[in-house]
């Protein structure tokens, strides 16, 4: 079928002022809970057409074609066909080859010639794409990521293949072909969304991650401490113990602790009268794996198909934040000011001068007074 598709530990945290909160962060080792035993004989073995979920077809108009159909197809892993692995095409133009037996590869076996070749940022987006769409991340977090509502399975699988291929061949979405247009606008969201700024790529890995993170900084005492990060190739990551605080996001929202975002700045909210105390943080992960794996045809060449969805697996990872209470602040004794007195000052004695006399009037002369009268 021609164009058939469908498819830590940084030691280094939080240094205070002396009039903030210190905190360090601490880390355990991350345990792995998987089986990676290989397959029986035989398998993985891509089902019938029959088993494959299909989408809408998306207006094409290369190579003569007038559209391409999406699918999601169904890989068996052995006889009983449990745990079927769902994946997605990253070759527009190449054959699919149903119930034909397929080998689990790396990126670099990639037997292609598109840009998923030999271009690490396509293969990193790529496998973004298959960990954090249908049905790897379920249809209501997929929702939730990207804001559309109304999505389905149909929507998904469609838009998810899409993307795939806008980074692997170029391909740009110009609409569904036999469908109404609430349900194109749907698809073609949800594609935007999945080829946009938020795809920053994952590295490849043969199952989930996770990883705890901080970086330095300086806060003042009572405001949230962090950053901290739960790094992952998963959408999610639970919290399995208690907090005694809350954990919140940049605006102050406490998150659900079974459902953490990861690559996003969180804060403990450590009160400023909090005195000096420690959080551990266990966090797990679970996943398919190989999500993001390439399974490859053993026989002659055909569709290169991704992992998109497989067993799960979970994986753990602790740390330990650490802090000191805030220092108390010491007030100064004051100093007294003086009382004024209500006394009056007795007057200094000042030194007097000799007077002088004033002349007298001068009397006229006469004669002497005689005898009697």
Same mark, same amino acid.
């Given at each position: 079928?021609?164009?058939?598709?469908?498819?830590t530990?940084?030691?280094?945290?939080?240094?205070?002022? &002396?009039?903030?909160?210190? /905190?360090?962060?601490?880390?355990?080792?991350?345990?792995?809970?998987?089986d990676?035993?290989?397959?029986?004989?035989?398998?993985?073995?891509?089902?019938?057409?029959?088993?494959?979920?299909? %989408?809408?077809n998306?207006?094409y108009?290369?190579? %003569?074609?007038?559209?391409?159909?999406?699918m999601?197809?169904?890989?068996h892993?052995?006889?009983?066909k449990?745990?079927?692995?769902?994946?997605?095409?990253?070759e527009?133009?190449?054959?699919?080859?149903?119930?034909?037996?397929?080998?689990?590869?790396? +990126?670099?076996?990639?037997?292609?010639?598109?840009?998923? *070749?030999?271009?690490?940022?396509?293969?990193?987006?790529?496998?973004?794409?298959?960990?954090?769409?249908?049905?790897? $991340?379920?249809?209501?977090?997929?929702?939730?990521?990207?804001?559309?509502q109304?999505?389905?399975?149909k929507?998904?699988?469609?838009? =998810?293949?899409?993307?795939? +291929?806008?980074?692997?061949?170029?391909?740009?979405?110009q609409g569904? !072909?036999? =469908?109404d247009?609430?349900? /194109?606008?749907?698809?073609?969201?949800?594609?935007?969304?999945?080829?946009?700024?938020?795809?920053?790529?994952?590295?490849?890995?043969? @199952?989930? =991650?996770v990883?705890? *993170? %901080?970086?330095?900084?300086?806060?003042?005492?009572? !405001?949230?401490?962090?950053?901290?990060?739960?790094?992952?190739?998963?959408?999610?990551?639970?919290?399995?113990n208690?907090?005694?605080?809350?954990?919140?996001?940049?605006?102050?929202k406490?998150?659900?602790?079974n &459902?953490?975002?990861?690559?996003? !700045?969180?804060?403990?909210k450590?009160? /400023?009268?909090?005195? &000096? %105390?420690?959080?551990?943080? @266990?966090?797990?992960?679970?996943?398919?794996?190989? &999500?993001?794996?390439?399974?490859?045809? *053993?026989?002659?060449?055909?569709? $290169?198909?991704?992992?998109?969805?497989? @067993?799960?697996v979970?994986?753990e990872?602790?740390?330990?934040l650490k802090?000191?209470?805030?220092?108390?602040? $010491?007030?100064?004794?004051?100093?007294?000011?003086?009382?004024?007195?209500?006394? $009056?000052?007795?007057?200094?004695?000042?030194?007097?001068e000799?007077?002088?006399? *004033?002349?007298? =009037?001068?009397?006229?002369?006469?004669?002497?007074?005689?005898?009697?009268?």
């Amino acid at each position: 079928m021609k164009a058939a598709s469908s498819r830590t530990r940084t030691r280094k945290f939080l240094a205070f002022a &002396a009039t903030s909160l210190a /905190a360090v962060l601490a880390f355990g080792t991350p345990t792995a809970h998987a089986d990676d035993s290989a397959y029986p004989q035989g398998y993985p073995k891509l089902g019938a057409r029959t088993e494959s979920v299909p %989408g809408y077809n998306l207006k094409y108009s290369g190579a %003569g074609y007038r559209n391409v159909p999406t699918m999601l197809f169904s890989v068996h892993t052995s006889s009983s066909k449990e745990g079927n692995i769902k994946a997605y095409c990253i070759e527009l133009e190449v054959n699919i080859q149903f119930e034909s037996d397929l080998k689990v590869g790396g +990126w670099k076996e990639f037997p292609g010639t598109n840009k998923f *070749k030999d271009n690490p940022d396509v293969q990193a987006k790529v496998a973004w794409i298959a960990q954090r769409s249908y049905p790897q $991340t379920n249809l209501a977090e997929v929702t939730k990521a990207s804001g559309i509502q109304g999505l389905t399975e149909k929507d998904a699988i469609t838009a =998810t293949q899409a993307a795939i +291929w806008h980074f692997t061949n170029d391909f740009e979405y110009q609409g569904l !072909d036999g =469908t109404d247009q609430a349900t /194109a606008d749907r698809v073609g969201a949800l594609y935007k969304y999945l080829t946009g700024e938020k795809n920053v790529g994952l590295k490849e890995t043969a @199952k989930p =991650t996770v990883e705890i *993170k %901080g970086e330095n900084g300086t806060f003042k005492a009572g !405001d949230p401490v962090g950053p901290i990060r739960f790094e992952s190739n998963q959408a999610t990551v639970k919290l399995t113990n208690e907090l005694k605080y809350d954990l919140v996001d940049k605006d102050g929202k406490a998150v659900d602790k079974n &459902a953490v975002p990861t690559g996003t !700045d969180l804060f403990l909210k450590v009160p /400023a009268d909090a005195p &000096a %105390g420690e959080q551990e943080f @266990k966090v797990s992960a679970t996943g398919s794996v190989y &999500a993001g794996k390439l399974l490859i045809s *053993k026989g002659n060449r055909s569709q $290169t198909i991704i992992i998109g969805s497989n @067993k799960e697996v979970t994986v753990e990872a602790s740390a330990v934040l650490k802090w000191n209470a805030v220092p108390k602040a $010491t007030t100064p004794a004051p100093t007294p000011t003086p009382t004024p007195s209500n006394s $009056t000052p007795a007057p200094k004695p000042s030194k007097s001068e000799p007077s002088t006399p *004033k002349p007298g =009037t001068p009397k006229k002369p006469g004669l002497p007074r005689t005898g009697t009268i």
